[in-house]
């Protein structure tokens, strides 16, 4: 089963409880978050944290107690427990994590207008003719990051990252369905995708390699 977590982060612009939380992480993450220069990018780091370690919970783990090993493409793992995937992002308020046992990936981005030139140069021709399909820009610029955020989590997913062109594969939206899938030549396996609707504002999707047992909905998280 996997299953993804979300938390609001702001609460964590108050300095005191920032710290307080901080130390319920382990090291390699709080180094991590202490090296980022902006205030804002330290707390919604700190909040993927905190949905990591909670989230371990359900194998009984902390993860300030986590030793992680990075892969071959950047990709961190935790060391003594390979069976375990997990993906953290954050965007603007809020910070995911999606936990499970099969490859996995997620993104979330807060949506925002003019970006549509950034899709000119990074989508496949059959995702521009969808996401170009419709005559108002604010549906053109929902495709848009809905594309965008299915495209980052199957990145994720594959454990290569942004080493693996944005134009080597394809994200296939189903009209009729709402389901999406990705074309590829990658590695021969298939990848589920799922999006999911709970924050209002933003896009947020999860792909994973195999069946897709993914549990229903995201969960939200307090923080504070």
Known sequence: MIYTYYADVRCLANRALFQEKSKQLSPYRQQKIAVLRHEKDKYRSLGAGLLLDH????????????????????????????????????????????????????????????????????????????MYDTKEDADRELRMFRLW??????????????????????IHIDEASGRARVRHSFDGKYYFLREYQEIGGYCTAVCCQGKGDMAYGMMAVELY
């Open 55 to 130: 989230a371990l919970g359900i194998y009984g783990l902390q993860e300030k107690s986590a030793e992680y090993e990075i892969g071959a493409w950047g990709k961190p793992v935790l060391k003594y427990h390979p069976q375990i995937n997990f993906s953290l992002s954050h965007s603007g308020d809020y910070a995911i994590c999606t936990i499970g046992d099969s490859p996995l990936g997620n993104d979330i981005e807060q949506r925002k207008a003019g970006r549509l030139k950034v899709a000119d140069h990074f989508f496949t021709e059959e995702e521009l003719a969808w």
């Open 149 to 170: 955020t299915m495209k980052e989590s199957f990145l994720k997913a594959t454990g290569r990252g942004m080493s693996l062109s944005l134009k080597e594969f394809s």
